[in-house]
C-alpha cells in the first residue's frame, strides 16, 4: 500500500485480490463513477470482483474511502456491511439509492454526506489529486452487527478486530481549479 496508507494503523490482515471492468488501479475514475454534481458524473458504484480471501471467512464489507478529502477525518463514500462469504462480485450501479443490486442480507451505510447509497469522488475544485481507497475486507463473523443507520467510522471500528484479509483498489480523482 501506498504512504500515508489509511490502513497501516490497523492490525494486520492477509492481502487477496479485487479487479474492477469500471475502474483501474491507479487510474483516473471514469466520469460515471464520480459525483453528479460533476461534468459526466452519475454516481454510479463500479463492478467489483474478488478472489483469493483467506479461508475462515464468514462475510465481507465494502468500503470507499478518500483520505485526502479536507475534512481532518477524510471522507466515507460507500459502506456495505454484511455481503455473505458466497458472493465475490458486486455489479456496476449496486450501489444505488435501493442497493438493488447488493445480495440479499448485505446492505449500504450512511456515507458521509448521510445517504445510505455510493456517492462519486468529488474532490474540492484546485485541492490536487485525491485517492479513494476502495476495499474488500474479509471477515471472521457471518455479521459486522453494526446498525444500518451507523456510520462507516463505526463499521471500520467493529470490523478491525474481524478483519482476515483485506483487498485493495486505489483510483484517483482530481477537479481543475
Known sequence: M?????????????SFTVTSTTVTDGAAWPPE??????PGGKDTSPQLSWSGAPNGT???AVTVYDPDAPTGSGFWHWAVADIPATVTEL???AGDETGSGLPEGAYQLPNDARAARY???????GHGPHRYFVVVHALDIPSA??????T??????????????????????????
Open 91 to 93: 455489479p456496476e450501479g
Open 145 to 150: 452487527g453494526v446498525p444500518a443507520d451507523a
Open 58 to 60: 464468514k462475510s465481507y
Open 33 to 38: 463513477q464520480r459525483s453528479s454534481g460533476l
Open 119 to 125: 456517492i462519486g469522488a468529488a474532490p474540492p475544485a
Open 2 to 14: 501506498p504512504a500515508n496508507d489509511p490502513f497501516a494503523r490497523l492490525p494486520q490482515a492477509a
Open 152 to 177: 462507516p467510522a463505526v463499521l471500520g471500528f467493529t470490523m478491525a478486530g474481524h478483519t482476515l484479509g483485506r483487498a485493495v483498489l486505489i483510483a484517483t480523482a482530481e477537479t481543475p481549479a
